[in-house]
């Protein structure tokens, strides 16, 4: 338990010091968001509408930035080793480490969220559920990412490949994610039943992404 | 406690890198494995680790903890330094320690190697010398009964040898085992020599 609270530490650290992707990804998101308004014109009907979307995207496309680096980083400075003769299962070690990830960029896309969603024409219920279904999501956007990561490790540059990899997984979530969103502020559908679906998808994600990646990073050790 | 190795063989890429090799390591002992660039030192070290897998051979500690593999007991100091440079000196060493399951005062262990002066200095500021002293901070730091070490003397000034010659010659007096790879004469005292390829 200490050693997995250190690396839960340590990575969150990293992180956020020179050089860690935390503040990227909220300022990407944030310059996504700004930038549509200017793209679509002044119709605020219209922003409205599609501003859950236009979230969903912005935070999709930001939570993939800093994943490249999320065990790359470990397997090319000898990290990697230590932690396999560490006596820790790596499953676990992965899976603290991709929490780490989310809490230092996937939770600030879920806070900057509601007040992005002003930009967007957004009503404060609007902006509510679209920050509730990011809450629920993005820690599945971390898991799947994690499976990219895992899967790149050993590539140079696998950066573009691995955004290549996990954007299709994520489509489910994106579905989800945006019709639970959509459900709350103009219905017809009960946002319960879209918004179970995501949470069911996040859980799953967050169990394979976890084995899958520690079978990847294995694989690449050899 | 007794490492035993016996007809070992390694594959890495399709390229026979290692077979028919057998050696013991016995407490107090230290074993040297020299040989030419390639021939499959590092490899040997890894394989022992548990980092690269054997295709042949058996491999055992015995006299070890039989609910740990023999890489959760051995210390492996590689080329590679797992130091992160946005981290401070204590921070790298205080995170391996706990990570690994040390309960050794940070401060102590780096003035064993000579770095409490610049204990809250980033690492990226470290010269290859100090960062290579900070990674053996970290055998001192958490105890484990076999170092697995791989050029241990590269990058160390005089005085750092002899510090490190030290730690080792202390390691086996309390029953350690060590097993190096190297090209020259590491500091210990007459420590028995495996010889791969060449002229074995």
Request: aromatic share 4%; net charge neutral.
């Amino acid at each position: 338990m200490t050693a997995l609270i250190a690396l839960l530490v340590r990575d969150m650290r990293l992180a956020i010091r020179v050089g860690g992707g935390a503040p990227i990804g909220v300022l990407f998101f944030l310059i996504v968001v700004t930038l549509t308004p200017f793209a679509i014109g002044p119709d605020l009907a219209l922003l409205a509408r599609i501003g859950p979307a236009i979230l969903w995207l912005g935070a999709l496309l930001a939570s993939l930035l800093a994943l490249d680096r999320l065990v790359a980083a470990d397997l090319e400075d000898g990290s990697l080793d230590l932690i396999l003769t560490a006596g820790v299962p790596l499953e676990l070690a992965v899976a603290v480490k991709a929490v780490a990830h989310w809490l230092t960029t996937g939770l600030p896309l879920v806070v900057a969220a509601p007040l992005l969603g002003l930009l967007l024409n957004l009503d404060p219920a609007a902006t509510g559920a679209v920050a509730l279904t990011l809450l629920a999501g993005t820690p599945a956007l971390t898991f799947i990412g994690l499976i990219g990561a895992a899967v790149t490790v050993t590539l140079r540059r696998g950066g573009l490949l691995l955004a290549i990899l996990v954007l299709p997984l994520t489509i489910p979530v994106l579905i989800f994610g945006v019709a639970a969103a959509n459900a709350a502020i103009v219905g017809p559908m009960p946002f319960a039943t879209p918004f179970t679906i995501l949470c069911g998808i996040a859980l799953l994600s967050i169990v394979a992404g976890t084995f899958a990646a520690a079978a990847a990073l294995r694989h690449a050790m050899e | 406690m007794r490492l035993l190795g016996s007809d070992l063989g390694c594959i890495r890429g399709g390229r026979t890198v290692l077979s028919g090799l057998g050696f013991t390591v016995s407490a107090g002992e230290a074993l040297v494995v020299l040989g030419p660039n390639g021939v499959g030192k590092s490899t040997l070290l890894r394989l022992v680790a548990g980092l690269v897998r054997r295709s042949k051979g058996e491999l055992s500690l015995e006299g070890g903890d039989s609910e740990l593999s023999i890489g959760e007991q051995a210390h492996y100091l590689g080329h590679l330094d797992a130091l992160k440079p946005s981290l401070t000196v204590r921070e790298n060493l205080t995170f391996w320690s706990r990570y690994l399951g040390g309960s050794a005062e940070p401060q102590v262990v780096l003035a064993a190697v000579g770095l409490d002066g610049i204990a809250e200095l980033p690492a990226a500021y470290l010269s290859a010398g100090q960062r290579r002293r900070l990674s053996v901070a970290r055998l001192l730091a958490v105890r484990r009964p076999l170092w697995l070490l791989d050029e241990p003397t590269s990058a160390l000034d005089t005085n750092a040898q002899t510090a490190l010659a030290g730690f080792m010659a202390d390691h086996l007096a309390g029953g350690g085992l060590i097993l190096a790879a190297a090209h020259g004469p590491i500091g210990l005292r007459a420590p028995r020599e495996l010889r791969l390829g060449g002229s074995s």
